[in-house]
Structure formats: C-alpha cells, structure tokens
C-alpha cells in the first residue's frame, strides 16, 4: 500500500538530503516534484525540511556541514534494535561512521558503513516511522547499492537483514535483494567507467513520466548523468544530480510511452 503506517525490520523506509544550499535545494525538489516544505526546528539550530505530498512525509532536507562530505542522500533502513544491530554491522565488518543516537524523541538512528564502503543509516522508531508515503508519484520507490565489492556487500547485507537474493541474470550482474516474496532493493558493481565512483546507496522516486521530469529537473539546473533509459520488462529510469551536486534516481514503472 503507498500510505505506510509502519516499517518492517529489513525495510528502507526513509531518505533525506545532506545539502550545501538548503535554500536551492528546496527550489529544485519542490519545483520537480511538487513537494510541500515545512521546516522544522532542530536544536541548539538549524532546522530539517519535511517534504510532504497530501501532508503524507515522504523525505526532507537539512544544511549539510564539511565533516558530511560532499552534498548526497541518506538512504534508511528501520530495525527493531537499533543498538543491537550496529553491533551485528560491526561483527560483520562494517565501520560505525555514528554510534546509535537519539533524534529528539522521534527515534534512534546509527550510520554504517558497509566492509565495502557504501554507507547506510539505521532507523528506529519512536514516534516518526518515516516515510508516510511510498511508491507513489514523487515519493520513495527503490533503493540501490552501487559496491566495490558486489560479493563482499551482498554476504554483509543478507546477514545483517536477513535478506535474501535473487540475480537477475544481466550483464552486468545486478542482483536483488528480497524479503519474503518482497523486492527491497538492487546492488551491483561498480566497474568500469564507474570505478572511480564511492560504493554508495542510490535513492529513487517514482514519476508518471521519466523523460519530462528528467527534461524538468535539467531546466531547474540538475545535471543529467545517465539518461532515460529502459529496463525490459520493468519500465525507465534515469540518473541525475540536483544544482549542488547530489545524485539520485527517478523511476517509471511499466513500459508507457
């Protein structure tokens, strides 16, 4: 169902912007999507922008600092432990970028990174499961791993979340990660011309219409890294990086237009 009231254990369920122009940023995202922004207070200051579709959150936004990196998205697992499960991510090799902390009193969250460099945060809820809205026009709808390693992140990933995988059979490989008879996400490697790219996670939102959201976001100043392309059987997708440099996907589901 695209309105969620919760998030399984082993389920990605949020995404927000660490930015160098908050301001740009929600011009670009607001404008490609039509996203509604309300900012929140963070103490001591600051704030968090909540993105919002039909008052449902589907991502938001904060002023990233230096120590971040360069501007990108944080992709969100939830876990029942948040504790417990970083400390399963450390057995398993991956490096803790931020011990578990408290968010206010919405949640717990923790950032690892996995033993092939691609970064993750784990979310536990409080009183904020995460997205509200997913799967629908302008919200979340997939999440991809892009790996130095496709062998050493997949053994991680199936350990730690239980998942289990299923290769499609494509060169190059991509496999999918699944929970029960659910797709939750893709991985592949990072070879070639991609080599020199980090190990990362790639969020996506949905769209009606690739081509035209991809000609939008370039008339609002994205960059265009790869674009529209078809995946047989399942529908179009391109790569993009807002004004400050930050990459995510969009995604057509089916083989429309």
């Known amino acids: ?25 929600k011009t670009f995202y607001t404008g490609l999507f039509g996203w509604d922004v309300e900012d929140l207070p963070i103490e001591p200051e600051g704030s ?21 990196g360069p501007p990108h998205w944080n992709a969100y697992v939830t876990v029942d432990d948040v504790d417990k499960t970083t400390e399963q991510a450390k057995e398993l090799g ?22 092939a460099g691609a970064a993750v945060s784990l979310w536990q809820a409080i009183t904020n499961i995460g997205a509200q809205l997913m799967n629908e026009p302008g919200s979340l709808t ?36 699944t929970r029960g008879e659910d797709q939750v996400a893709g991985l592949y ?3 070639g011309e991609m080599a020199s790219i980090p190990p990362n996670w790639t969020v996506y939102f949905l769209v009606n219409d690739v081509q035209a959201s991809t000609d939008k976001a370039k008339e609002l100043g994205g960059n265009i890294i790869v674009p529209p392309q078809d995946i047989p059987g399942f529908g179009k997708f391109s ?9 995510f996907g969009i995604y057509q589901s089916g083989q429309a237009g």
């Open 239 to 247: 790569l993009i990086t807002d004004p400050q440099g930050a990459a």
């Open 1 to 25: 169902m695209p309105e969620m009231t919760a998030h399984a254990h082993g389920t990605f369920s949020w995404a927000d912007l660490a930015t160098s122009d908050i301001a740009g940023a």
């Open 48 to 68: 968090y922008s909540m993105f919002r579709i039909g008052g449902k959150d589907v991502a938001a936004a904060s002023q990233g600092s230096p120590e971040q």
């Open 189 to 191: 490697e990072l070879t």
């Open 142 to 177: 997939w999440f991809e791993c892009g790996s130095s390693d496709m062998k050493k992140a997949e053994s991680f990933y199936t350990e730690l979340f239980g998942w289990g995988t299923s290769p499609m059979g494509s060169e190059p490989p991509y496999t999918i990660f």
């Open 94 to 115: 991956a490096n803790v970028l931020a011990p578990p902390f408290d968010v206010m009193d919405v949640g717990r969250m923790s950032v690892v990174q996995d033993p």
